[in-house]
């Protein structure tokens, strides 16, 4: 499975670069993402629990950042086991541009899936996919650049949403 997005992100270029290096913006913004330990050298240990239609796993794996090019793109992929469940494995090449505004997130990611619930068909594991990169990115996009103003607190937020501009904010941007 592949997809392709971009996003228009309110921050420079270098913020956008500093969050997408930052573990504890990863962890962040991978959704159901339980913990995440390791370096941008030597990869993340990570452990991800997700429903995937009926079927439910936690999926212990690890995360690796290449084909840096600094300030410009990279490459983050991963591979996780989920037990009986199977395994899902895939990545997203990632590329930034300056914009009068700020910056253009670009990203192509490809997935794919095996054991249990590559069984559900190609339907539901696309749709799982595609929601999956889109809260991923919309969660790093809500972390970088934050609100224009801040929000009251609601009754629906959740503790596992994190709170918008928080790595702008963090960093003093």
Excluded: N
Aim: aromatic share 6%.
């Amino acid at each position: 499975m592949k997809l392709s997005d971009s996003r228009e992100i309110r921050a420079t270029p270098a913020m956008v670069w500093q969050a997408i290096l930052d573990p504890e913006v990863l962890k962040a913004c991978i959704p159901g993402c339980q913990s995440l330990a390791g370096s941008v050298t030597d990869g993340y240990e990570a452990v991800v629990k997700q429903k995937v239609g009926p079927v439910s796993a936690t999926f212990t794996g690890v995360v690796h950042l290449s084909d840096i090019v600094e300030g410009k793109s990279l490459r983050i992929a991963g591979e996780g086991k989920g037990g009986v469940a199977g395994f899902a494995k895939g990545g997203a090449d990632v590329t930034l541009d300056a914009t009068t505004d700020g910056t253009r997130l670009s990203y192509e990611v490809d997935a794919s899936v095996g054991g249990k619930i590559a069984q559900l068909g190609s339907r539901i594991i696309d749709g799982f996919a595609k929601k999956m990169a889109d809260e991923f990115f919309t969660r790093f996009q809500d972390a970088v650049e934050g609100p224009e103003e801040e929000p009251a607190p609601t009754d629906t937020e959740t503790t596992d949403t994190p709170k918008k501009g928080w790595f702008k904010r963090l960093v003093g941007g």
